[in-house]
Nanobody, 115 residues
Framework: QVQLVESGGGLVQSGESLKLSCVGS????????ISWHRQAPEKAREWIAT???????MYTPSVKGRFTLSRDDAKNTVYLQLDSLKPEGTAVYSC?????????WGQGTQVTVSS
């Protein structure tokens, strides 16, 4: 089964940006649906964005216009660009892959936004 590894998290100030990466262990994400979720301390996990195989995207309203999904199939990587970060964006961000063989999650990457 495909393994996922996220990276790119860190500590930033409010208004700054980060670019998260989700790298798959196999040759390609082609045909897979890739989603990003986040979980803030003491809160339930929240879906934030999905990228479909044809390139369509969807974002939760609270991040629409500030977060952007992209992919590099040559690197088997999906990116989540986080712009205009807010303190309430502090969370562990995880990617999820859904393919013909089921669903896989990464371990997550911590994003901390200071005010």
């Amino acid at each position: 089964q495909v393994q996922l590894v996220e990276s790119g998290g860190g500590l930033v100030q409010s208004g700054e940006s980060l670019k998260l990466s989700c790298v798959g262990s196999e040759d390609s994400f082609n045909g897979d649906i890739i989603s990003w979720h986040r979980q803030a301390p003491e809160k339930a996990r929240e879906w934030i964005a999905t990228l479909w195989p044809g390139g369509a995207t969807m974002y939760t309203p609270s991040v629409k216009g500030r977060f952007t999904l992209s992919r590099d199939d040559a690197k088997n990587t999906v990116y989540l660009q986080l712009d205009s970060l807010k303190p309430e964006g502090t969370a562990v961000y995880s990617c999820q892959r859904t393919g013909d063989d089921g669903t896989t999650w990464g371990q997550g990457t911590q994003v901390t936004v200071s005010s």
